[in-house]
C-alpha cells in the first residue's frame, strides 16, 4: 500500500523558516510530478509548489522567492523548505505525488495527511 507521510509542520515566528518533508513508502514502480498544497481556513486547496521528476520546478506567485520545493529521488522524498513566512501562510499543508504503484500500468494521485503550519506572534 502506498502511503505518503508528512513531517515539519508547526508553530513559527513570522520571519521565520520550516522545512517540510513527504516521505513516500510502499510498492512504487515509479514516482512522477512532486507537489505540496496549502488549505486556509474557509479557503480552497491551492498549488504552493511543485516539481517534476527532471527537476524543473513552478511556484504560486505568493510563495515565489521565499519557498523552495526539492526532492530526493533515491529516498523517495519531497521536501519544502519555507522562509520569511508570513501570517498569511498559516494554512494545513499537503502533499501529492503522482505515483505508479509496482504491478500498475498508470499513474494516479496521492495525497499525504497534511501538516499544519502556524505562522503567529
Known amino acids: 500500500q502506498v502511503q505518503l507521510v508528512e513531517s515539519g509542520g508547526g508553530l513559527v515566528q513570522p520571519g521565520g523558516s520550516l522545512r517540510l518533508s513527504c516521505a513516500v513508502s510502499?510498492?512504487?514502480?515509479?514516482?512522477?510530478?512532486m507537489a505540496w498544497y496549502r488549505q486556509a481556513p474557509g479557503k480552497e486547496r491551492e498549488l504552493v509548489a511543485a516539481?517534476?521528476?527532471?527537476?524543473?520546478?513552478n511556484y504560486a506567485d505568493s510563495v515565489k522567492g521565499r519557498f523552495t520545493i526539492s526532492r530526493d529521488n533515491a529516498k523517495n522524498t519531497v521536501y519544502l523548505q519555507m522562509n520569511s513566512l508570513k501570517p498569511e501562510d498559516t494554512a494545513v499543508y499537503y502533499c501529492?505525488?503522482?505515483?505508479?504503484?509496482?504491478?500498475?500500468?498508470?499513474?494516479?494521485?496521492?495525497w499525504g495527511q497534511g501538516t499544519q503550519v502556524t505562522v503567529s506572534s
Open positions: 510502499g510498492s512504487i514502480f515509479s514516482i512522477n510530478d
Open positions: 516539481i517534476i521528476s527532471t527537476g524543473s520546478t
Open positions: 501529492n505525488a503522482q505515483i505508479r504503484p509496482m504491478r500498475a500500468f498508470s499513474y494516479r494521485a496521492y
